[in-house]
C-alpha cells in the first residue's frame, strides 16, 4: 500500500530510493524431452545463438560495471565463451534428439562432474559451468537468468538473502539498495554492503510482498522501508525535492536516488573535544579494499580479514600466493600499523580445506583458531607467508587470532607467532569467556581486539545470520557493553591496549561508549570513519566515561541507546 512503513533491522546506513527489482529464483531443471528429427537442425542453431548472446550480454555488462564485480562478470562471459559447452549440448541434440535446454543442462552436469573428478584447483570451476549452464538454459527458455539482476536502470534489491557469490557482484552504480527478508545486522552480506555504501535493511518481513517496479524508500540508518513515498517522505529523508510533488510517485524509476551517511572528509586523525586521541583505523578483506581504506585517510588496518583472499577456494593458498596477498595490502600502509587477523574460517566463512563439512552448529564448532587444533600445520604456513610478507614491507604488523576462547589458546598462538619473528601478537575478543578471563589472556597477549559482531551473537546466544533474532544482535545490548568494561579493565592490568574491529565502532553514537569504557582505538569500514571522528570530536573524554555509564546502568539495548543519544543531544547543548 502506498506508504506504508515497514520495519526491519537496520544493516548499512545510509537512504535510497528507487523500483523494486526481485532476485530471480533458480533456473529450474529442464525435463528429458525429445524433439522431432526435423527440429534438429534448428535446435542446434538455438544452442549457439544462446550461448553466445549470453557471452555477449556478460561483457557488456562488465564494462559497465566496477570494481569485483566487473571482473566476475568478464569471468563468467570468458566461460560462456568457451566452444566446448556448447558443442557438446549441440552433439547431444543431434544423436539423442534432446530439446536444447535439457542438451545444455546435461552437457554442463558432465563438465562439471570432469572438473571435479580432477581435483583442485579445476574442481573449484564447476560452479562457474553450473552457473553459465543455467544462463544458457535462462536464455533458451525465456527464465530469468541467475544472479543480481540487471535490467539497464538503477534498483532496489529484494531477496531472501544473498549468497556470497551474489554479493560479490553487488556494483554500487546500479544497487541502489538492498533489503532481505532474512539473514541479520552482522552477517557478512550486511558488512560487505557496508564496505560498498550501499544502504541495506535486513530481516523484513514481507519483503517478499513487494511489488516489482514499485518505487520504495529505504532507510539502512533506522531499518525502515516506505511503500511508494510520498514527496514529503523524500524531502525528509534527504532524497527529494520540491519538483517531486509533481512526479507519479509510485511508478516504474519514479525516484532513483542515494544519500550517503555521511560526506565528511577523515583527515586520519580523531580526538575527543578535550583532546585525547583515539586511533581510528579501517577493517579491510583485500588489496582493493585496502585502496579504499588508504583513500578514505585510514592512517592504518585494525583488522585484516584474510580469509576473504581465500574464500571460495578449494585448497590452501601456497605461501607463494599468501605473501603476494598480504604484501599487496602491507603496502597501501607503508609506516603504519596493520593488524592482520589469521584465518577466520568456519560457520558462514567455510573454507573446504579447513574447515569441517558438516557440524550442526557451526558458530560454537570448528572455527576460528580452533582449526590449528587439526591442522597446525595451516597456521604455521600462513604465520611463515605473514612474516615474509612483513619483513618485504615497511608497513607496522601486527599479527591476531580470531575466536580465542581460552589462556592456553593465547599462549600457543602468542608462542608459534613469536617462532616465526612476529613479536606483536593479539588476540580477538569475540567470546564472553574471553571477554571475562581478558586479564590471563592479556598476560600474553600483547594487544586485544573486540569483536563486537561475535561477541554479541555469543553473549545474546542470537545466531548473527538469521533474521527471526535479528532484533537481540545489536552490541547496545548492557550485556555486551558490560563485557567490553571487563575486557578493557583485564587488559589495563597488564598496560595492554584495546581496540574494536566489530561493527560496533563504526556507530557514531557507540564510539564515545566505547571509548569510555576504556577502548584506545576504533576499527571500521573506511566509510564510516569520518563520521565517528565528527561524533568524537563533540565529546570530552569524561562525557565519554558518563555515556558509558549511562548504557552500562540501561536495562535494555533501545534504553541505552536512547539514554546515551539524549545525553549527546545535552552535551552538544553545553560545551
Ligand atoms: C567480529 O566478530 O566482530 C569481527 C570483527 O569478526 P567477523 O565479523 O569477521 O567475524
Ligand atoms: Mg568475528
Redesign the pocket.
Known amino acids: 500500500m502506498p506508504g506504508d512503513k515497514r520495519t526491519g533491522v537496520p544493516a548499512s546506513p545510509g537512504r535510497a530510493a528507487g523500483p523494486v527489482v526481485h532476485m530471480p529464483p533458480r533456473v529450474p531443471e529442464p525435463a528429458t524431452n525429445r524433439i522431432a528429427p526435423e527440429a534438429v537442425a534448428d535446435a542446434v542453431q538455438a544452442v549457439k545463438d544462446a550461448a553466445s548472446r549470453v557471452e555477449q550480454d556478460l561483457a557488456e555488462r562488465a564494462g559497465r560495471a566496477t570494481g569485483t564485480s566487473a571482473d566476475i562478470l568478464s569471468v563468467t562471459a570468458a566461460m560462456a565463451a568457451d566452444p566446448t559447452l556448447a558443442a557438446d549440448a549441440a552433439r547431444r541434440v543431434s544423436a539423442d534428439h534432446l530439446t536444447p535446454e535439457r542438451a545444455v543442462w546435461d552437457a554442463a552436469g558432465a563438465v562439471a562432474t570432469q572438473l571435479e573428478a580432477l581435483g583442485n584447483p579445476m574442481a573449484e570451476r564447476a560452479r562457474d559451468v553450473r552457473d553459465v549452464r543455467d544462463r544458457i538454459v535462462a536464455a533458451l527458455t525465456g527464465a530469468t537468468p541467475p544472479g543480481v539482476p540487471d535490467p539497464g536502470h538503477p534498483f532496489v534489491l529484494v531477496a531472501a538473502d544473498l549468497a556470497p557469490a551474489d554479493t560479490a557482484t553487488l556494483d554500487p552504480a546500479t544497487v541502489l539498495a538492498v533489503v532481505t527478508t532474512q539473514g541479520g545486522p552482522?552477517s557478512?552480506m550486511a558488512?560487505i554492503a557496508r564496505a560498498l555504501g550501499i544502504p541495506a535493511v535486513v530481516a523484513l518481513g514481507g519483503a517478499a510482498g513487494l511489488s516489482a517496479g514499485e518505487t520504495v524508500l529505504v532507510d539502512g540508518t533506522d531499518g525502515e522501508v516506505i511503500v511508494a513515498p510520498e514527496a514529503a517522505d523524500l524531502i525528509a529523508a534527504g532524497l527529494g525535492t520540491e519538483e517531486d510533488a509533481g512526479q507519479g510517485q509510485g511508478a516504474p524509476g519514479a525516484v532513483v536516488r542515494r544519500r550517503p551517511p555521511s560526506r565528511g572528509v577523515f583527515d586520519g586523525t580523531a580526538s575527543t573535544r578535550d583532546g585525547y586521541d583515539v586511533d581510528l583505523v579501517a577493517?579491510v578483506a583485500d588489496p582493493a579494499e585496502a585502496d579504499v581504506a588508504a583513500n578514505k585517510g585510514a592512517r592504518g588496518v585494525g583488522?585484516f580479514?584474510t580469509?576473504f583472499c581465500f574464500l571460495g577456494r578449494g585448497t590452501e593458498p601456497t605461501v607463494d600466493e599468501q605473501v603476494d596477498a598480504y604484501r599487496a595490502v602491507l603496502a597501501r600502509f607503508a609506516g603504519r600499523r596493520v593488524v592482520v587477523?589469521t584465518l577466520?574460517a568456519g560457520a558462514d566463512?567455510p573454507l573446504r580445506f579447513l574447515t569441517p563439512g558438516h557440524e550442526e552448529n557451526p558458530a560454537l564448532g570448528v572455527r576460528g583458531i580452533r582449526t590449528a587444533v587439526d591442522h597446525p600445520d595451516v597456521l604455521d604456513r600462513q604465520l611463515e607467508a605473514i612474516s615474509r610478507a612483513a619483513r618485504s614491507a615497511s608497513a607496522e604488523v601486527w599479527v591476531m587470532a580470531?575466536m580465542i576462547a581460552t589462556a592456553d589458546e593465547t599462549r600457543e598462538f602468542v608462542a608459534a607467532c613469536a617462532a616465526h619473528g612476529l613479536d606483536t601478537a593479539g588476540v580477538?575478543i569475540?567470546t564472553p569467556a574471553a571477554a571475562l578471563q581478558s586479564r590471563w589472556l592479556l598476560a600474553d597477549a600483547a594487544f586485544a581486539?573486540?569483536?563486537?559482531?561475535?561477541?554479541?551473537?555469543y553473549t545474546m546466544a542470537a545466531d548473527?545470520d538469521l533474521a527471526g533474532v535479528a532484533a537481540l544482535s545489536t552490541p547496545w545490548q548492557p550485556a555486551v557493553l558490560d563485557l567490553v568494561r571487563v575486557a578493557c579493565a583485564g587488559a589495563a592490568v597488564h598496560g595492554r591496549p584495546v581496540g574494536v574491529?566489530?561493527?560496533?565502532a563504526a556507530d557514531p553514537l557507540l564510539a564515545p561508549v566505547l571509548v569510555g569504557l576504556g577502548v584506545t582505538s576504533l576499527s571500521m569500514t573506511p566509510r564510516a570513519l569520518a563520521a565517528v571522528a565528527e561524533s568524537l570530536a563533540r565529546v570530552t573524554l569524561e562525557g565519554c566515561r558518563e555515556l558509558a555509564a549511562l548504557a552500562l546502568d540501561s536495562p535494555t539495548a533501545r534504553a541505552a541507546r536512547d539514554a546515551v543519544r539524549d545525553a549527546v543531544r545535552r552535551q552538544g547543548e553545553h560545551p
Open positions: 552482522t557478512h558488512i577493517n583488522l580479514r580469509e587477523r577466520d566463512k580470531p580477538m569475540e581486539s573486540l569483536g563486537t559482531n561475535d561477541l554479541t551473537q548473527r574491529c566489530g561493527e560496533a
